[in-house]
């Protein structure tokens, strides 16, 4: 088997053994990259000369008997709104093209020293404001699985580039469900701890109250094993909790019969594709059949959750975004007529058409005599979200349903399926609950991946992780298909 089609956990336990060499693999990974990449597109950054000198160098320590460390020269692919110091990081935008960070993000930091290797930065839709990975002002990311539709978005570019092993793992950002869609749609494993979890110092934000770190993997392990290294409290990070991170890897130990699903009615609405829902319903079996206890229940105000999301992340993205001016960052447009004609041509100039739609709109929102009327009304009905699911936690541990309603859609279908796509994930962002995205199936015919997705209480991420990874190894020969990667790179 080629190295780069390893699992995280495969990988440290046969580096740890000394079986293969860190070289090695990210030199697969490379010859990979360059047989698909010109095809699926996953990347905007390829960090070859810096990822080879220091997986020797990982080598070399390993070869004198040095300490390994717990990442011991994983390689690993990183969203390009996350910081990292002296490699450009543009949030797929052209305000940002020629902007490298003086500093690391602290989970870049944290990767670093547990020995982590960065592959390369990964596309994604501009400012993570997107569904499907085509708003990036560089270009578009392919689906592995059919690279006629998209993979999800907005962090398009690591579902991809893990689905087509063109990294072992990789970094995301979910505002309102950029790792679950993308893990959905590339079919493999995306987790989005409890906000405050994971510090988001360094991370170029969308709309804070929303946006948290995730992470996209092959399997629910290896997610975990990330977990372990990149969770909990950092000082640069106000938002960042002080709660105790466990071994997550641990939590993969036990079984679910203790376990109570709660299956909100709302997640198989009309809207839901019936290839999904046959799946999702399948994988709801295998969960009866391990021994957890399923029942229906239900989040009364879930209908309300994307009109809520786009009010406030709006908002927050026309306030996070002001800081893009041509002063300190990335582009500025010359030939100007005084500072404020600078910013002016720079912005516009900067941004594409979905960041300033977003800006103007959540400008008018804040503006005086609108903020009453959408962004506190908003913030109202987050709160009643927010009580659906404390109410429905009351009497169950996890709640299941679909990652999205829909299939992956083909490249170009519009924004009627991105606001589809977002419906049933956008729901936890607004409450902060920890939630994660397991394949469970493919649609006949066509053999496109779908997503189950898992949500828990706060900080009860064990009980997610111990939920997928019992119902990973039921579908253990679903997941053993990978995406067929013959195809020929698409002309220019
Ligand atoms: N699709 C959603 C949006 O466009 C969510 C994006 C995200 O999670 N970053 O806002």
């Given at each position: 088997?080629?190295?780069?089609?390893?699992?995280?956990?495969?990988?440290?336990?046969?580096?740890?053994?000394?079986?293969?060499?860190?070289?090695?693999?990210?030199?697969?990974?490379?010859?990979?990259?360059?047989?698909?990449?010109?095809?699926?597109?996953?990347?905007?950054?390829?960090?070859?000369?810096?990822?080879?000198?220091?997986?020797?160098?990982?080598?070399?320590?390993?070869?004198?008997?040095?300490?390994?460390?717990?990442?011991?020269?994983?390689?690993?692919?990183?969203?390009?709104?996350?910081?990292?110091?002296?490699?450009?990081?543009?949030?797929?935008?052209?305000?940002?093209?020629?902007?490298?960070?003086?500093?690391?993000?602290?989970?870049?930091?944290?990767?670093?020293?547990?020995?982590?290797?960065?592959?390369?930065?990964?596309?994604?839709?501009?400012?993570?404001?997107?569904?499907?990975?085509?708003?990036?002002?560089?270009?578009?990311?392919?689906?592995?699985?059919?690279?006629?539709?998209?993979?999800?978005?907005?962090?398009?570019?690591?579902?991809?580039?893990?689905?087509?092993?063109?990294?072992?793992?990789?970094?995301?950002?979910?505002?309102?469900?950029?790792?679950?869609?993308?893990?959905?749609?590339?079919?493999?494993?995306?987790?989005?701890?409890?906000?405050?979890?994971?510090?988001?110092?360094?991370?170029?934000?969308?709309?804070?109250?929303?946006?948290?770190?995730?992470?996209?993997?092959?399997?629910?392990?290896?997610?975990?094993?990330?977990?372990?290294?990149?969770?909990?409290?950092?000082?640069?990070?106000?938002?960042?909790?002080?709660?105790?991170?466990p071994?997550f890897?641990?939590s993969?130990?036990?079984?679910?019969?203790?376990?109570?699903?709660?299956?909100?009615?709302?997640?198989?609405?009309?809207?839901?594709?019936?290839?999904?829902?046959?799946?999702?319903?399948?994988?709801?079996?295998?969960?009866?059949?391990?021994?957890?206890?399923?029942?229906?229940?239900?989040?009364?105000?879930?209908?309300?959750?994307?009109?809520?999301?786009?009010?406030?992340?709006?908002?927050?993205?026309?306030?996070?975004?002001?800081?893009?001016?041509?002063?300190?960052?990335?582009?500025?447009?010359?030939?100007?007529?005084?500072?404020?004609?600078?910013?002016?041509?720079?912005?516009?100039?900067?941004?594409?058409?979905?960041?300033?739609?977003?800006?103007?709109?959540?400008?008018?929102?804040?503006?005086?005599?609108?903020?009453?009327?959408?962004?506190?009304?908003?913030?109202?009905?987050?709160?009643?979200?927010?009580?659906?699911?404390?109410?429905?936690?009351?009497?169950?541990?996890?709640?299941?349903?679909?990652?999205?309603?829909?299939?992956?859609?083909?490249?170009?279908?519009?924004?009627?399926?991105?606001?589809?796509?977002?419906?049933?994930?956008?729901?936890?962002?607004?409450?902060?609950?920890?939630?994660?995205?397991?394949?469970?199936?493919?649609?006949?015919?066509?053999?496109?991946?779908?997503?189950?997705?898992?949500?828990?209480?706060?900080?009860e991420e064990e009980k997610i992780l111990r939920?997928?990874?019992?119902?990973?190894?039921?579908?253990?020969?679903?997941?053993?298909?990978?995406?067929?990667?013959?195809?020929?790179?698409?002309?220019?």
């Open positions: 088997m080629p190295l780069n089609e390893l699992k995280v956990v495969d990988y440290l336990e046969m580096v740890k053994e000394r079986k293969i060499s860190v070289e090695q693999v990210v030199k697969d990974i490379f010859s990979q990259i360059d047989k698909v990449e010109p095809t699926v597109k996953a990347y905007l950054y390829l960090n070859k000369e810096g990822a080879l000198s220091e997986a020797r160098e990982m080598d070399r320590r390993i070869k004198e008997g040095q300490r390994i460390p717990p990442l011991a020269g994983l390689p690993i692919a990183i969203k390009d709104n996350v910081c990292t110091q002296g490699i450009e990081t543009t949030c797929a935008s052209r305000i940002l093209k020629g902007f490298i960070p003086p500093y690391d993000a602290t989970i870049v930091k944290k990767i670093k020293e547990a020995g982590g290797i960065i592959i390369g930065k990964t596309n994604l839709d501009e400012f993570a404001m997107g569904a499907s990975t085509e708003n990036s002002a560089f270009h578009a990311t392919f689906n592995p699985w059919d690279i006629t539709r998209v993979p999800g978005g907005s962090s398009g570019g690591s579902g991809a580039a893990v689905a087509a092993d063109e990294t072992l793992i990789a970094l995301g950002t979910d505002t309102g469900g950029s790792v679950r869609l993308p893990a959905s749609f590339c079919g493999i494993c995306g987790i989005k701890p409890t906000y405050g979890r994971i510090s988001r110092y360094g991370v170029i934000s969308y709309a804070s109250s929303l946006d948290h770190v995730g992470i996209l993997s092959k399997s629910i392990k290896d997610g975990a094993q990330l977990m372990n290294i990149i969770c909990g409290y950092d000082s640069h990070d106000s938002t960042s909790s002080e709660v105790t991170v071994n890897l641990l993969c130990r036990e079984g679910i019969n203790d376990l109570k699903f709660g299956i909100p009615c709302e997640f198989f609405s009309s809207e839901v594709d019936c290839r999904v829902r046959e799946r999702v319903k399948g994988a709801i079996e295998k969960i009866s059949n391990l021994g957890g206890k399923v029942e229906e229940t239900s989040l009364h105000h879930l209908e309300y959750a994307v009109p809520t999301y786009r009010l406030i992340a709006f908002a927050e993205a026309s306030s996070s975004l002001a800081r893009f001016d041509g002063v300190q960052y990335g582009l500025r447009i010359d030939n100007n007529d005084d500072l404020e004609d600078m910013y002016l041509k720079t912005r516009g100039k900067g941004f594409g058409t979905e960041v300033l739609q977003r800006i103007i709109m959540g400008t008018y929102i804040l503006s005086e005599g609108n903020y009453e009327d959408y962004y506190l009304k908003a913030q109202k009905v987050r709160a009643l979200i927010k009580e659906d699911f404390d109410h429905a936690f009351k009497k169950f541990d996890l709640l299941v349903g679909p990652t999205s309603p829909i299939l992956p859609f083909k490249i170009g279908a519009g924004k009627k399926d991105t606001l589809l796509a977002d419906a049933y994930t956008v729901p936890g962002n607004l409450a902060g609950l920890p939630s994660l995205s397991l394949n469970c199936g493919f649609s006949k015919n066509d053999n496109l991946p779908i997503g189950l997705q898992i949500i828990g209480r706060v900080f939920a997928a990874y019992n119902l990973e190894v039921a579908l253990e020969e679903v997941n053993k298909i990978r995406p067929n990667l013959s195809f020929n790179p698409i002309p220019n």
